[in-house]
C-alpha cells in the first residue's frame, strides 16, 4: 500500500504582510522611489532658494577667516561672472547641506521595509552619527585648520607680490577643503562597517598603527591647501585619533557579536 505525500499549499500572504516585509512589485518599489525622490528633489530646491536670499551674509562668514589673517583681505572677481557663478555656487553648496538631513530620511524610510529588525534599529543611528561626523569634519576643517592655512598662503612671499585673490577661487579651495575634510572624518564608521563585514578586525588595525600614522599625514597633505607642517599636522593629529576611535568601534562589534566578525578572525588565525 502506498501513501502519497500530502500537497502542500502555497504560503499566502496579504498584501499588507508583503509590505512590511519590503515584498512590493518592482512596479511599486519605482512608484515609493520617485516619490521619495521628488520629496528630497523639492526639499533641495526649496533649500536652495531660501539660501541664496542669504549668500551675502553667508559670503560675509566664509570670507571672515581673510580678514582675521589680514584686515585688508578683499577678494575680487577678474570675470563679469566671476562673482555671480561663487554667488550661486555657495548657495547651491548651503542648500544641498541644509537638506541633506531630509535627502537621508527619505533614503532611509526607503529601504527601511526591506530591512531585518536589527539592521532597521542600527541604520538611523549610524546615518545620524554619519552625518554628525561629516558636519564636525567640515567645522574642524573651518574653525580650526583653514585660517592658519589661509594666513600661511597669504604672507608667503607678501614682501615680493600683493595677493590678489578670487572670490571663485577662494571659495573653490574653502569648499573643497571641508568636504574632503568632512569626508575623512568619517573613517571611525568606515572602519566599524568593515568590522561588522568580517574584513577587517581590531588586532589587524592595531598591528597596522605605523602606516596608519604615515598615511593620516599623507592624507592631511593631499587635502590641506597649504603646505606649512604646521597645518598639515593640525589635520593629520586628528585623523591619527580617529583611527584609534575605529579600533574601539570595531572591538565593540566583537564584544557584542555583530556583524561577521568571526570570519575576520578565522582569516587572522590562519594568516599567523
Not at 502506498?2 to 511599486?28: C, H, N, S, V, Y
Not at 568601534?249 to 590562519?270: F, P, S
Amino acid at each position: 500500500m502506498t501513501t502519497t505525500a500530502p500537497e502542500l499549499e502555497p504560503e499566502i500572504i496579504d498584501e499588507e504582510e508583503q509590505r512590511a516585509k519590503g515584498m512590493l512589485t518592482i512596479g511599486e518599489h519605482l512608484v515609493e522611489a520617485r516619490q521619495r525622490l521628488t520629496i528630497a528633489a523639492l526639499t533641495i530646491v526649496l533649500t536652495t532658494v531660501v539660501a541664496l536670499i542669504f549668500t551675502n551674509q553667508i559670503l560675509d562668514f566664509l570670507i571672515e577667516p581673510g580678514r582675521a589673517a589680514d584686515p585688508d583681505f578683499r577678494p575680487i572677481f577678474t570675470e563679469l561672472l566671476g562673482f555671480i557663478s561663487a554667488y550661486f555656487k555657495v548657495g547651491l553648496l548651503v542648500g544641498i547641506a541644509v537638506a541633506m538631513p531630509m535627502v537621508i530620511y527619505q533614503g532611509f524610510m526607503f529601504v527601511n521595509p526591506a530591512l531585518e529588525p536589527q539592521e532597521r534599529r542600527w541604520l538611523l543611528p549610524i546615518v545620524l552619527l554619519a552625518s554628525l561626523s561629516f558636519a564636525g569634519g567640515g567645522a574642524f576643517a573651518f574653525f580650526v585648520a583653514w585660517p592658519p592655512a589661509l594666513d600661511f598662503l597669504l604672507d608667503f612671499g607678501d614682501n615680493i607680490a600683493d595677493p590678489q585673490i578670487r572670490i571663485s577661487n577662494y571659495i573653490d579651495m574653502l569648499t573643497r577643503f571641508v568636504f574632503w575634510t568632512g569626508i575623512v572624518f568619517e573613517t571611525p564608521l568606515v572602519l566599524m562597517g568593515f568590522g561588522w563585514l568580517g574584513v577587517i578586525t581590531a588586532h589587524r588595525l592595531i598591528r597596522a598603527w605605523r602606516w596608519a600614522i604615515i598615511g593620516s599625514f599623507i592624507i592631511a597633505a593631499l587635502i590641506t591647501p597649504s603646505i606649512d607642517p604646521v597645518t598639515q599636522a593640525a589635520v593629520a593629529i586628528p585623523l591619527i585619533f580617529l583611527y584609534g576611535l575605529g579600533i574601539l568601534l570595531v572591538k565593540l562589534v566583537e564584544t557584542r557579536g555583530l556583524g561577521r566578525y568571526r570570519n575576520a578572525e578565522i582569516e587572522d588565525a590562519e594568516i599567523e
